[in-house]
């Protein structure tokens, strides 16, 4: 039988190049984003394997809404790529916005949380399932200005990990991807709304990790033998350590 997947933050970035990589490894993808004309015209290109779905993760409303239009697809989900997420703003926790925290505090987490909870009792049912969650370095790390971004990210990182203690005596899988720099994304147009100059300077240097190399991180989680989980895999430029702000050198 088909796989299926479900990827959220389909309409760009990481999870548009995830949605790619699932397709050519013969995953049925239904993909999702509150853009739904860019996942419509990635449809045209992709073909009919290629579902689109609207769905605000920070509507419990939407994702409701979002699984109940998939006509019994959501029962049927092989693989859920919770990717879905941003960060806004890089202001010291003295200065930033309250309803920046709140964005990510909704969608990067309670969206997240939301949509799995409502996706696992048909994974234990059927004893069969794959969560790959995207967390950050930024989860582990911290960094100046990551205050609420960052928390967010340990969260996703703890959840993941306590999930899979739940799930134990079962066959689902659950695995935490923690990316550092990544460049080519909307991430920092987003994190910056829209400071492109921010923007360049965030990866001058950088040789940052490209979305390609996080689609093949998850087929490759994703094509390990059922006995095997990948608890957390974290990835960085080699020109990203440790340190509270990159140095790179060309
Ligand atoms: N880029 C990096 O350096 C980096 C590093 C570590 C971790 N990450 C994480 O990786 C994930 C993807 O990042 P990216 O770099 O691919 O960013 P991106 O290019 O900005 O893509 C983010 C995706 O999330 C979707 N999204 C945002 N808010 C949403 C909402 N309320 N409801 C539904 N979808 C929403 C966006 O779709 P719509 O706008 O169409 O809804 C978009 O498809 C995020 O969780 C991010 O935190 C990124």
């Known amino acids: 039988m ?37 996942l419509q015209s990635l449809q045209k290109e992709l073909g009919d394997n290629f579902i689109p779905v609207q769905m605000d993760m920070r509507s419990t409303q939407s994702i409701d809404q979002a699984l109940a239009s998939l006509e019994g697809r959501e029962n049927q989900i092989d693989l ?18 309250f309803r920046d925290w709140l964005t990510m505090i909704e969608t990067n ?68 991807i923690e990316p550092g720099l990544c460049e080519g994304t909307e991430f920092s147009t987003v994190r910056f709304k829209g400071d492109e100059e921010r923007v360049a300077q965030t990866y001058a240097g950088a040789h940052a990790i490209q979305a390609v190399d996080i689609a093949n991180t998850v087929s490759w989680i994703a094509s390990q033998p059922e006995h095997l989980n990948i608890n957390r895999i974290e990835i960085m430029p080699v020109s990203q350590t440790f340190g509270p702000q990159p140095v790179f050198r060309d």
């Open 109 to 176: 987490i309670i969206g997240l949380t939301y949509l799995t909870r409502q996706l696992l009792p048909s994974m234990v049912e059927r004893n069969s399932g794959l969560i790959i969650n995207m967390g950050s370095t930024a989860g582990t790390v911290p960094y100046p200005g990551a205050n609420v971004y960052g928390s967010t990210k340990a969260f996703v990182k703890q959840f993941s990990l306590n999930l899979r203690a739940d799930l134990a005596g079962t066959k689902i899988r659950v695995t935490n």
């Open 2 to 38: 088909i796989k299926r997947a479900l990827v959220t933050g389909a309409s760009a970035g990481f999870g548009e190049a995830i949605c790619r990589q699932l397709l050519a490894d013969g995953y049925q993808v239904i993909g999702a984003a509150r853009r739904l004309e860019k």
């Open 80 to 97: 859920l790529v919770n990717n879905a997420g941003l960060a806004l703003g890089l202001d010291k926790a003295n200065q930033a916005d």
